[in-house]
Structure formats: C-alpha cells, structure tokens
C-alpha cells in the first residue's frame, strides 16, 4: 500500500523559493550514531572513485604524536563495515554520469546511512565522501553540488541504520523535513534527529558536511538518555566552545589533505557536552577546549593562561597541568602556533610586511617577532618573504 506521506517532489518546489541561497559550498557536521559496535578489522577495501583532496579550510592544532598529518587514501573498491587505518576516499568524478546517483546511494548504504539521492534540474552528481573507520567512531566529510537526500520508510525497512544523526551547519543553510514539519538549520546551528525516522534534507546550492558515526549503546553512555524522539535543534555559532572544538575535531581527522588522529574519548565527551550541556571532564577534552579557545584568539597579544582557563571554565592551575601532560606549556603552545602561522603567511607571498605579519598572528612586537622567527627556524622573517616574493615573480 503505497504511503500517503508527502514525497520529494511534493515537499521541495514550495521549500527551495524560501531558502536562503547557500554561499560558495554549504558546510555541514554530520554526527551520526548507530546502535550496534561495528564489527572490527584491520583493512577494509574501499569505494570506487578515490581522488586526491583539495585543500579546505584547516589548519595545525598543537605538536606531538597526536598532531601527525596524513592525506586521504585512494580506492576503487567498494566499502564495507569495518576499521581502517586512515582516512580513504570516494568520489563520483569520473563515474560513468548515468550511473553516479546509484554509486553514491550504495556507497553511503555501505559506509555511512542508506539514502536515496536526487539530483536538482537533472544537473549531473558531484560528490565526494572521506570516511575514517575508528573502533566506535566512524568519521566522514562529504561534500556535493546542489542535491536531495531522503530517507524513506522503505529505506529504513531495508536499510536500519540504528542511529542518531546530528547535522551541524557551519555555512549556508538546508531544510530537514521531516513528520513534524519542516526546519531550516542555519550556521552555527546543530540538528539532533533519530535517523531511522523518515526524513529529507535538502542543499540547494551544494553542501560540505562532517559525519559522525557512534553506536547507539554509546549514545546512552554518554548522554544518559535515549535518542530523542523528535528532531532538536541546538544554537552554538557564537556561544558553544564545545560544538566548536566538536567540529573542529571531526574536520581535522577528515581534513581532505592533511587529515589528523583525533582521540575517541574526546570527540564522545565533546558530542555528549553539546548535546546535554554538561560541561566537559577529561582533561583531553579541556586541551582540546583551549587549544580552540587560543586559535580563535591568537591574533590577540594580551592572549595568555589566564584568559584561556576563564574561556573554557576551568583553573589556570589545571590548564597548566593539562598541557604539562601533553609536554608542553601555554606560553610554548601560544608561541608555537604564533610562529606556525607566522611562517605560512610569510612563504605566501603578496605584499604584507613583516611587521604586519607579526601583528597578524599575536605578536606585540616586530623585533621581538624577528628573534623569536630566527631562533625557531634559523632563518629569518625577511629572507622567507623576499624568496616568497621572488618565486611568485617567476610565475
């Protein structure tokens, strides 16, 4: 008997004239919560289409064993449940373009949640997933030109995911329909809905999302509480340290070229903070928490400990033995990371001074900057601009 339920084509001509086009790419955090552990492996092949990344928005963290960059692998196999030992790859560039759609559907039923697609205006499937497979948590960014997603009664039937998804814009916005209605979730805004629910999202100028992906046990062990029944929809653009540092995390292990370990334990307390409120309780969520709150102002001169512990809530005293246990201090970090993006903005090129590069990046003065480069890098500041500058001469 075929459902009386609203379809795509009843549901997305009267929603898509009352969006708010995206920017460029729509950026989405995907958090999705399966109920069973999956089962474990060393290697598992992977899908057809592997590319090498472009590069997105991301950048450093801190230094240590924790902070190894690697690129996504390449694959043409298809993927199946199971661990990996880094981030892999799949893309329907260079698919044969009648049959993308139903490589896309079968690839994200086998590594991330059953779905069928629609492209918007016939326009040809553009899209790419880098999934990471950790012993709970499965990571995943996807990105694709202006699409569809539904997952229907019969998708579920077929297709359980047993999961909990939590989408978090981060650009642009998309519509989530689902049976009680319809929401828009804007940037810097987060989605929690049980994801075998019937529902529809849609990107009307394309979209760029992170995944998630946690058995559903977890989910009780770290929220206390079973999914939610209806979807949820949690602010944190401008206020939520955790939701930030949560989604910073989830992008750098998925980066699309230099991707980063990310601790399980960490990304689990930061989901159940966002989700609950609660405030965060391991140390490596309050590391993470302050290396977030000093990337966001390293710009700042008058940027120290202090200001850090009273931005994620915490004493200066246990910031202090937090970075102590990752081997380091707050003014080593700072200056560290100073220097980092010191030293990127000056191997650009273009036409900024060394001065302003030091004022950039947090430095309250240029000499003090110069020694500090010279000393880090045996090089100095000047040398590094001017062979910038040359070889963008010669190009």
């Keep these: 008997m075929r459902s009386s339920r609203p379809g795509v084509h009843d549901v997305l001509a009267p929603l898509c004239g009352h969006l708010v086009p995206f920017t460029a790419a ?3 955090l995907a ?27 991301g950048g450093p963290e801190g230094n240590g064993a924790d902070d190894r960059l690697t690129a996504p692998r390449e694959y043409s196999g298809r993927m199946t449940t ?11 560039a260079g698919l044969p373009e009648a049959q993308r759609v139903a490589l896309w559907e079968d690839h994200n039923a086998t590594a991330l949640i059953g779905l069928r697609c629609r492209s918007l205006d016939d326009e040809v499937l553009e899209a790419t997933e880098i999934n990471l497979q950790l012993p709970r948590v499965h990571v995943a960014r996807v990105t694709g030109n202006p699409h569809v997603v539904e997952r229907t009664r019969a998708v579920v039937r077929q297709l359980p995911s ?10 642009g916005e998309a519509f989530f329909y689902h049976d009680g209605g319809v929401q828009v979730v804007r940037p810097g805004q987060l989605i929690v809905c049980d994801a075998d629910r019937p529902f529809m999202r849609g990107f009307s100028q394309g979209l760029e ?6 058995p559903r046990q977890v989910w ?4 206390g509480a079973e999914p939610v029944a209806r979807p949820r929809v949690i602010d944190f653009g401008t206020g939520d340290l955790q939701a930030r540092t949560l989604a910073r995390l989830a992008g750098r292990a998925v980066h699309p070229e230099t991707s980063r370990p990310v601790d399980e334990d960490t990304l689990l307390d930061l989901l ?49 033995r937090v970075f ?29 001074t060394v001065a302003e590069v030091a004022a950039r990046c947090g430095f309250g003065s240029a000499a003090r900057f110069s020694h500090r480069f010279k000393e880090r890098y045996g090089v100095r500041a000047t040398d590094v601009l001017r062979e910038a500058r040359a070889a963008d001469a010669d190009s």
Excluded: W
């Design 26 to 28: 729509g950026v989405v």
């Design 31 to 57: 958090v999705v919560l399966p109920k069973r552990r999956l089962a474990g492996g060393p290697d598992r092949p992977a899908p057809p289409g592997a590319e090498p990344g472009d590069r997105r928005a």
């Design 82 to 92: 199971g661990m990996v030992s880094g981030p892999v790859r799949f893309s329907t």
């Design 162 to 171: 047993e999961a909990v998804a939590c989408y978090l814009t981060l650009v």
């Design 209 to 214: 999302e992170l995944a998630v992906k946690v």
């Design 220 to 223: 009780r062990e770290i929220t």
């Design 272 to 320: 159940a903070g966002v989700v609950t409120g609660r405030p965060a309780a391991l140390s490596a969520v309050h590391l993470a928490m302050a290396k977030a709150y000093a990337e966001d102002h390293l710009s700042d001169s008058g940027l120290n400990a202090v200001r850090i512990a009273k931005g994620i809530g915490i004493s200066e005293r246990h910031l202090s």
């Design 324 to 352: 102590a246990a990752g081997g380091t201090t707050v003014p080593q970090y700072l200056l560290a990371r100073r220097l980092e993006g010191a030293r990127a903005l000056l191997a650009g090129g273009g036409n900024p």
